[in-house]
């Protein structure tokens, strides 16, 4: 599935063999592509329903991938049928049909000039094509396995591949010479792929002096940061466990780190930690054992196997309040002790923070409400609608009199599959929003407002990010250069205090 550049179209390459195409406005199937020598192309709603209800024609196999040209009028697909076929999407034709892969096409792309296609296969093969003519300009071997996934650099020079043999592999699009080749695990040796790295953040907290960072990564690794220096300060392990979560307790002595095995954990950090930077590697691996023995505990809240996908510990450092996967809310002492269930998010439950006075909650979740929860009562105390999609982020004002969110994937179109890519601004006391501020093209995956309050500032998947005065409501710094879409509104949203 792709949308169109202009936001009003979706593409998807079908199950049945063919391309379809639906007005995203009217939610209404346009056109249904064949291959060229099948049934005819329709175009227009009667013809395509007429089409969808004919089964798959004779002869067409599932498609496996499907991308689109920067323009919008040409797309390229994959299927099991071992073919790559180009297809003219203003003109409702297949343009051209591409062979050579044995075995189904398992990914497709297209190199940012929109000169060449990129395929991948379950033969291990990794081809090259002109878009112009359909003659097949490389075929780079090296895969042990199928190639799941491809993709072209920004400036178009390399080709990243991955495949069922656990490599990354990176080529030279020119030449067809492997660059370099990473195994699973393993830190990217060569400095000509510094874009790829198998070490991504999936957590990060900031310690309260905003002297240090503590990172979280699906390899089971906490790492201490320098933010001052730019360095790494230490490492310490959890077995392999994903860390999905992280936070800090406000004297900085202590962090908290969540799971993908549903364990909550609390680490001891000192300064010794300071000094890894300077050891030799065998000296550092010592001391991250020895930092591994220093976890003070570790919790599974009772019948939880959930990962844990967010934290937060309360302004007197006495309690921690987590989410999980099933969107589950707990509020626990520091010790892993005193365990409660708050309530849950009909999905999982991506942020969790506590209000400066310690006696609220407010969550996240992937069912696109922010919710406050009653730490004395222990009891949901107001759900605030008015996302559309999922919920990534959420923030209290220094003062607390307000809660800031922000929700997933951005833009018109994805509006309608599941995501608004907006910042909101909520009263705490009353549950009203507001504002709803829009700028961001995708979606919008953090928030922070700074310690004097004034300002707001956002990070999104559209590689943007954007400083917005929290009383003026408006755009003052960041965003993409010529960008003056950013924009505030108040409209009338529901909440339900309870």
């Known amino acids: 599935m792709a949308l169109t550049p202009d936001g009003t179209q979706a593409v998807g390459g079908c199950a049945d063999g063919t391309v379809r195409v639906w007005d995203l406005a009217t939610a209404r ?27 798959r024609a004779p002869g067409l196999t599932a498609m496996t991938s499907l991308v ?9 697909s994959g299927g099991y049928d071992g073919l790559v076929r180009v297809w003219d999407l203003a003109g409702s034709r297949e343009q051209a049909c591409l062979s050579g892969h044995h075995g189904a096409v398992q990914a497709v792309a297209l190199t940012p000039d929109g000169r060449q296609v990129v395929s991948g296969g379950a033969d291990g093969v990794v081809r090259l094509w002109d878009l112009a003519d359909g003659t097949e300009r490389a075929a780079l071997t090296g895969h042990t396995g199928e190639v ?14 991955g495949g069922g043999d656990g490599m990354l592999r990176i080529w030279e699009r020119e030449t067809g010479e492997e660059q370099a080749h990473i195994r699973p695990g393993e830190t990217p040796a060569t400095s000509q792929a510094p874009f790829v790295g198998p070490d991504r953040m999936s957590a990060l907290a900031v310690a309260p002096d905003g002297r240090w960072a503590a990172s979280g990564d699906p390899s089971g690794a906490l790492r201490i940061w320098d933010l001052a220096g730019g360095r790494r300060l230490g490492c310490l392990t959890s077995d392999g466990v994903p860390v999905w979560a992280v936070a800090v307790t406000p004297d900085g002595r202590r962090i908290v780190t969540g799971h993908g095995d549903g364990t909550v954990r609390l680490w001891e950090r000192d300064r010794e930690q300071d000094r890894d930077a300077g050891r030799d590697r065998q000296v550092a691996r010592e001391h991250t054992r020895r930092r591994r023995r220093r976890a003070l505990w570790e919790r599974l809240f009772p019948g939880r196997e959930m990962a844990v996908t967010a934290l937060a ?19 626990a002492g520091l010790d ?10 009909r999905h999982w439950a991506s942020a969790v923070a506590v209000t400066p006075d310690g006696r609220q909650a407010v969550s996240g979740g992937g069912d696109g409400t922010v919710r406050l ?5 222990s009891r ?18 220094p003062d607390g009199s307000e809660i800031v969110s922000c929700g997933g994937a951005g833009g018109a ?14 009263d705490r006391a009353s549950g009203r929003q507001l504002a709803c501020l829009t700028g961001h093209t995708r979606g919008v995956a953090g928030v922070a407002i700074t310690p004097d309050g004034t300002e707001i500032v956002s990070v999104s998947e559209d590689h943007t990010i954007r400083v917005w005065d929290r009383r003026g409501l408006r755009q003052v710094r960041g965003g993409a250069p010529g960008d003056h879409s950013a924009a505030a509104s108040h409209p009338p949203v529901s909440s339900a205090r309870r």
């Open 336 to 345: 892993g002790d005193r365990q409660r269930q708050l309530g849950r998010h």
């Open 373 to 377: 929860w009653d730490l004395i009562r």
């Open 29 to 55: 199937e346009q056109a249904c592509l064949y291959p060229a020598g099948h049934a005819e192309s329709t175009e227009g709603t009667e013809n395509a329903e007429n089409a969808e209800g004919s089964g």
């Open 68 to 76: 689109l040209a920067a323009d919008g009028r040409q797309g390229v």
């Open 380 to 397: 949901e105390q107001a759900r605030l609608t008015g996302h559309v999609g999922d919920v990534r982020a959420v923030a209290v004002s």
């Open 313 to 331: 510990v309360t302004p007197d450092g006495q309690r921690i309040v987590c989410g999980d996967l099933d969107g589950t809310i707990w509020v």
């Open 148 to 161: 799941s996934t491809v993709a072209s650099t920004p400036d178009g020079r390399r080709v990243v591949t």
């Open 413 to 426: 179109a994805a509006r309608g599959l599941g995501g608004d890519g907006t910042i909101r601004i909520w």
